[in-house]
Structure formats: structure tokens, C-alpha cells
């Protein structure tokens, strides 16, 4: 079973004010992750260096600390006004505070959702990317992975809604 927040989870925490400042931090951490795909030691080591512009869109070029493998993801929205509103430094803790904080945070706000950095990397792939029918090969390039099944076997969930939303579109077709 791959753990990752639904489409309505990950608006709650989106649009969630927290009772703390560190709380508040460490969301936003989370949900940069969530945006972006990337891992808590990414999310530690990235720079402005690592932004480029390509067609007016911000692109994260980095190495995965895992594998050092190169990859470039684009920084959605969400991330960026994540990465604006803290200058291009995000308030990183330790791993092992913030993984206390986030339990804060998914009691807080009744969560019901261990969270943890892999659970955001889980959500940017089967909520972000495949619940917005971004094809599973480009989501396995975006993760820096090297083979997509990695990303298909670990990663990867088709959601109830996104499983309705396409059988609707093949009954259309055939409806004619």
C-alpha cells in the first residue's frame, strides 16, 4: 500500500494556518516537498544555484543525494511561493525534529496520515503528478528515478478519482 495525502488533504494543509510559527515552517517544508518531489536531504542542500529559468517557468536542478543521478523538476506554483516567502532559504530542521513536528501537525489538523518526507514524495507522484495525468515515464524522470517501474512499484497509486475520471472520458468516447 504506497501512503500519500488525497487532493483534499493536500488542499487542507495548503490552505491550514498553524497554532506555531515552527509549525507553520515545517508545513511549509512539507508541502514544498509535496510540490516538488524532492527528498529531505534535497530539501536540506537546495540553493538558488540550483533554480533555472526556462520559459518564464523555474526549474530545480540538482543531483539525488540517493542515487546522484541529475534531474530537473519544475517548481509548480505552490513551491514557489513557498520558495519566495522565504527568500530562497527554507527553514530546514533537523530530520529528526522535523519528522516531531510534522506529528504536531497531523494532529493538529486531524490528519490521519503518518507524514513523513517520503509521504510527500509519494503525494508530488499520485497526487500531483498522476492525479493531473502526467504520463508515469515523465513523473519517473521528475523523481530522478532510473527505471520507471521503481516509480510504478513505490511511488505510484491510481486514486479512485482519477480512475473514475478516465473511465467517464473512455465511456464518451464510445457513447457516440
Not at 99 to 117: F, R, V, W
Amino acid at each position: 500500500l504506497i501512503v500519500y495525502l488525497s487532493k483534499e488533504q493536500l488542499d487542507l494543509l495548503l490552505h491550514a494556518r498553524m497554532s506555531l510559527l515552527t509549525l507553520e515552517k515545517v508545513k511549509d517544508c512539507f508541502l514544498f516537498s509535496c510540490f516538488t518531489g524532492l527528498a529531505y536531504a534535497e530539501i536540506a542542500a537546495i540553493s538558488k544555484e540550483n533554480i533555472v529559468l526556462k520559459n518564464n517557468i523555474p526549474w530545480i536542478s540538482m543531483q539525488r543525494q540517493k542515487t546522484k543521478k541529475s534531474f530537473l523538476i519544475p517548481m509548480l506554483p505552490p513551491a514557489f511561493t513557498i520558495w519566495e516567502k522565504y527568500e530562497g532559504v527554507l527553514p530546514v530542521f533537523t530530520n529528526q525534529r522535523y519528522n516531531l513536528y510534522l506529528k504536531e501537525i497531523m494532529q493538529e489538523l486531524d490528519i490521519n496520515i503518518h507524514l513523513t518526507t517520503h509521504v510527500a514524495r509519494k503525494t508530488f507522484t499520485s497526487t500531483v503528478l498522476l492525479g493531473n495525468n502526467i504520463p508515469l515515464k515523465v513523473a519517473s524522470t521528475l523523481l530522478g528515478h532510473s527505471d520507471s517501474k521503481i516509480t510504478e512499484k513505490y511511488y505510484a497509486e491510481v486514486s479512485n478519482d482519477l480512475l473514475e475520471q478516465h473511465a467517464e472520458a473512455l465511456f464518451n468516447i464510445f457513447k457516440k
